[in-house]
């Protein structure tokens, strides 16, 4: 499979170089070449498949003969550890649970099977390694830290803004060691991204072959399309139309869920929800792109102005906007509907949602009026304990700590402190 860039300006290349590099010459994101729908036959027989063949069916067009398909098969296995549970909330709605991974994050999907890929694309580079950068806001980190941990070749930076991410997450990023370093930005999350952003401009560090590993990069990216697939798996035999919201920051996800579709899976409607960063909201109002500087939320991980993967989802729908906006909605919410949601949901039905998935349920919701006999399903992004200090107030429980989150919580962390670009060049060195 080959991928060409969206600013249409650089080589096409391979899948192997479009994951190492992340992003094209000319800035541009990495799109594959074509989508061929699978054969009816995968649809008719996928609730006797596993999640696994479901996975290596959806994945192999995209990643070619460049994985051979034993290998492939294995980096499937190891990505795919855990359970995604498709759990009623109330009628005709479910929660399609994300969270069950190693860090209790959507995100383990993505770079589980990012840093696989590239292990194995270093396999015979002995002393040539690639250094993954990565700036965090929360809940990337601990994802690339415990998805890249002792993964051949590979040396992973994470910077994250002092003071302003949980306890539990900065754990998760600093207490891994091995491979895995973590820079302590005294700053907030721009100042992390920034910094990134100029050592992937800067020459003088070409010898560290940079990568990133947020949604950008295709490898963390494209997987996350096989949530959509096990989903339908589950609810298939109800005979339904599907509705999917995902709450939505840099829209990735979605996007994925959008090349699900384009694959041939029956979805009837995708919601992108928001916060009140509403970029794309707007977007379907008046028809005009008008990104802005992010906005705090208690939904953070949404806190997203101008979402990368965007540009992706029209590359898909071309300029068609009606075509578009029979196939997506996009709605916002403030902190307060937020908030009034995780309560509902907690009351009513008894689900503990948090804040991302909150947001999810409340654009379901909404679009479920146009649908009144499809089934829908919000996608729970993180478990309710990554956001324990908006949950617990909100709904006056305490949460029990999974074992996965114990187990970094008596852990020392280790961490390096850093101010300026030029510190962040002389530690990468
Ligand atoms: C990253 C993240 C999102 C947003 O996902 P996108 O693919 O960037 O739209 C939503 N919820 C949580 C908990 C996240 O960590």
Not at 84 to 104: A, D, K, Q, R, W
Not at 384 to 391: A, C, E, S, T, W
């Amino acid at each position: 499979m080959k991928y060409y860039s969206l600013n249409h300006n650089a080589a096409k290349v391979s899948f192997q170089e479009a994951v190492i590099q992340g992003l094209a010459a000319d800035k541009g994101l990495y799109f594959p070449e074509s989508i061929t729908p699978l054969p009816k036959s995968f649809f008719d027989n996928i609730e006797n498949l596993t999640n696994e063949e479901i996975a290596f069916e959806a994945i192999q067009q995209f990643v070619g003969d460049e994985i051979p398909a034993s290998t492939l098969k294995q980096i499937i296995s190891e990505t795919l550890c855990f359970d995604f549970p498709v759990v009623p909330v109330e009628n005709g709605i479910y929660s399609l649970e994300l969270f069950h991974g190693p860090t209790m994050a959507f995100k383990d999907v993505g770079a589980r099977f990012m840093s696989r890929c590239l292990g194995y694309f270093n396999k015979d580079k002995k002393d040539n390694t690639n250094t993954v950068l990565v700036a965090t806001s929360g809940d990337t980190g601990g994802a690339v830290a415990s998805g890249f941990l002792a993964v051949q070749g590979v040396e992973v930076v994470i910077l994250y803004p002092s003071g302003k991410v949980s306890d539990i997450q900065e754990r998760q990023l600093t207490t891994l060691g091995q491979n895995i370093k973590a820079l302590e930005v005294d700053g907030v999350f721009d100042d992390c991204q920034d910094m990134v952003k100029k050592a992937f401009l800067d020459e003088s560090l070409a010898h560290k072959n940079l990568t990133s590993a947020n949604s950008i990069n295709i490898a963390r990216w494209l997987p996350q399309m096989f949530y959509f697939f096990f989903a339908y798996k589950a609810l298939k035999s109800q005979g339904k139309e599907l509705v999917f919201s995902c709450p939505s920051g840099n829209f990735g996800n979605i996007c994925a869920g959008i090349i699900a579709k384009k694959m041939g899976l029956p979805v009837t409607h995708f919601v992108a929800s928001t916060n009140v960063n509403d970029t794309v909201p707007r977007f379907l109002v008046d028809g005009k792109y008008d990104p802005k500087p992010s906005i705090a939320t208690i939904s953070n991980a949404m806190d997203v102005g101008n979402p990368s993967n965007f540009i992706r989802i029209q590359e898909m729908y071309g300029n068609d906007l009606e075509q578009f906006k029979k196939d997506f909605s996009s709605y916002t919410y403030n902190d307060e509907e937020t908030l009034e949601a995780l309560k509902n949901i907690y009351k009513t039905d008894g689900y503990i949602a948090e804040p991302h998935g909150a947001v999810g349920y409340l654009g379901l919701k909404k679009e479920l009026e146009n649908y009144p006999n499809a089934i829908g399903v919000f996608l729970e992004t993180a478990h309710p304990i990554k956001f324990l200090d908006v949950v617990e107030p909100a709904l006056g429980i305490t949460l029990p700590i999974p074992t996965q989150i114990e187990s970094v919580l008596n852990k020392e962390k280790v961490s390096t402190k850093i101010k300026t670009y030029d510190e962040l060049k002389a530690f990468l060195g």
